[in-house]
């Protein structure tokens, strides 16, 4: 067991290319995709769908932590919460491009994309 | 006069405990900061306490690296962020040791400091995301993983020159 190199590496540079190229392919990739129709809201009481056209607000709770979540020119997002991270607040809103906002102290995932737009295993479907 | 062994032994646990002491002060500044703000990712973090961990496996034991990698992410989790999180940190932490492990008994190709920290930072990112589809039962999370790479290269990187910054005497298993 040898003490890593004090001066950065040809496999130290190697890594860090890698990951940096990928994760900017992968991010310009995920922005090209098609804005979503739906989102999935998945929570701790329950899962549902809405539709990412009408424009809507939604009182949601989950793991004992109360969300406001709004769908308003085809994206949602939520606007008011109180759990003490606050990161899902912070996160920007999804639907003209996939991905997530989750907030892991209540448990609550909002997905578009891929997996937003599978509505198997949804409790429910809000138009 | 030269240290016997048992006072050796004794110097090194020393060194263990103020180097669990450190990485649970790195953790505490970590929670001060606001991060989750200008960057809400979940799960984003420095990760400034590997630097204690990296000077424990090479200055110390892997072992005391070990106790002090999983206490550290005990206590914070206990203590900043719920009993939640415990699942997150003790993956993140069990697979930033892995990829400890692993690169230090590499020969070829040979790491630097930089790459050993991005390495455990990617790897720690991993551990905590599947910790989080374990825990919320829903893939979606594994959206943010490219995103928290991106992440991983820019703390792995600062805690990489911080810790070739320190004197080489640190690592020495000397007490």
């Known amino acids: 067991m040898k003490l890593p190199e004090k001066k950065p590496t040809v496999a130290d540079f190697a890594l860090v290319f890698i990951v940096i190229l990928s994760g900017i392919l992968f991010l310009i990739f995920s922005s090209l995709g098609s804005p979503s129709s739906r989102a999935t809201v998945a929570g701790t009481d329950g899962v549902f769908t809405v539709d990412l056209s009408n424009d809507a607000v939604y ?32 996160t ?29 295993g949804a409790d429910f479907i809000i138009p | 006069m030269a240290p016997t062994s048992s006072s050796r032994k004794t110097g090194l646990v020393a060194k263990g405990a103020i180097l669990l002491a450190v990485s649970l002060i790195l953790s505490y500044v970590e929670a001060l900061l606001p991060l989750s703000r200008a960057i809400p990712i979940p799960g984003f973090k420095l990760g400034l306490a590997n630097i204690a961990v990296i000077i ?25 962020s719920g009993v939640t999180t415990l699942i997150f940190s003790f993956l993140g932490a069990a697979f930033s040791f892995a990829v400890l492990t692993v690169i230090s008994h590499i020969k070829r190709p040979r790491f630097g400091f930089l790459g050993l920290s991005v390495a455990m930072a990617l790897a720690h990112n991993a551990g905590q995301l599947i910790g989080s589809v374990i825990v919320m039962k829903n893939f979606s999370i594994l959206w943010y993983y490219p995103a928290l790479a ?21 690592y020495k298993r000397k007490v």
């Open chain 1, 59 to 90: 009182s949601v709770s989950s793991n004992g932590i109360d969300y406001v979540i709004e769908v308003s020119d085809c994206e949602i997002d939520v606007i008011k919460s109180n759990c003490p991270d606050g990161t899902c607040l912070n």
């Open chain 1, 92 to 120: 920007k809103s999804i639907g003209k491009r996939p991905g997530s906002i989750v907030c892991v102290p209540g448990k609550l995932v909002i997905s578009c994309g891929d997996g937003g737009e599978n509505e198997n």
């Open chain 2, 56 to 80: 424990a496996y090479f200055s110390v034991s892997p072992i005391a690296a070990a106790v002090i990698s999983f206490s550290r992410a005990i206590v914070t989790s206990l203590l900043f």
């Open chain 2, 150 to 170: 991106l992440a991983a290269v820019i703390c792995g990187s600062l805690t990489g020159c911080a810790l070739s910054l320190l004197p080489e005497r640190i």
